[in-house]
């Protein structure tokens, strides 16, 4: 079993739409949870962290965090095309200090 | 704040060559810096986390010897890829934690590396 699991898409969504991103993990005891976009040849760049159970809203970004479940999501809201992208869900290990990414999800948003 | 910087962005080497990349932290100070290698169409994957002033933890399946890293300072980690071949062509990403250990890691700009 894969230690952060995504759906790799791709992902589409018509520009104006909600998109819904999700992931789930293996470390019951991960405390720490980010998510991170990543455009074509260029370093992940940090949107979301989110350490508690529920929401957390940022914008048009809301995360989402189920620890009993073992599930975070993104939503994106009103979603753009420049918001096409591969997005990683990053997961920080019990016991501290290891950061290990899903395998993305491609989303493509269609103006 | 929490900027880290990468150099070289791209290098292009011959095989049996050895290339080696810079990451500093430039507004804190990293006592633990992350590298990260990425295949096309795939996730980032842990090389090594880099410890200031001691030997790096490699993960599994990673050379040592073959990808060396020194952290001599707290804003200064390398990775050196030492008799690199054609199979070591990847993007190579550092990063560091810019605000303790459950803090969001920070990424490096990356580097391409190409093997001939």
């Known amino acids: 079993q894969k230690e952060v699991e995504q759906n790799s898409g791709p992902l589409s969504v018509p520009e104006g739409a909600i998109a819904s991103l999700n992931c789930t993990y293996s470390d019951r005891g991960s405390q720490s949870f980010f998510w991170y976009r990543q455009y074509s040849g260029k370093s992940p760049e940090l949107i979301m962290s989110?350490?508690?159970?529920g929401d957390k809203e940022d914008g048009r970004f809301t995360a989402q965090l189920n620890k009993a479940s073992q599930y975070v999501s993104l939503l994106i809201r009103d979603s753009q095309p420049s918001d096409s992208a591969t997005y990683l869900c990053?997961?920080?290990?019990?016991?501290?200090?290891?950061?290990?990414f899903g395998a993305g999800t491609r989303l493509f948003v269609k103006a | 704040g929490a900027v880290v910087s990468q150099h070289p962005s791209r290098v292009i080497c011959k095989s049996g060559t050895s290339v080696k990349i810079e990451c500093r932290s430039l507004d804190f100070q990293a006592t633990t810096m992350f590298w990260y290698r990425q295949f096309p169409k795939q996730s980032l994957m842990l090389m090594a986390t880099?410890?200031?002033?001691?030997?790096?933890?490699?993960e599994q399946g990673v050379e040592k010897d073959k990808f060396l890293i020194n952290h001599a300072s707290l804003t200064l980690s390398t990775l050196t890829v030492t008799s690199a071949h054609p199979e070591d062509s990847s993007f190579y990403i550092c990063?560091?934690?810019?605000?303790?250990?459950?803090?969001?890691?920070?990424f490096g700009n990356g580097t391409r590396l190409t093997v001939t």
């Open positions: 990053a997961v920080e290990t019990s016991g501290g200090f290891k950061t290990i």
């Open positions: 990063s560091a934690h810019g605000g303790g250990p459950n803090s969001p890691l920070h």
């Open positions: 880099s410890n200031e002033g001691s030997k790096a933890t490699y």
């Open positions: 989110i350490y508690s159970n």
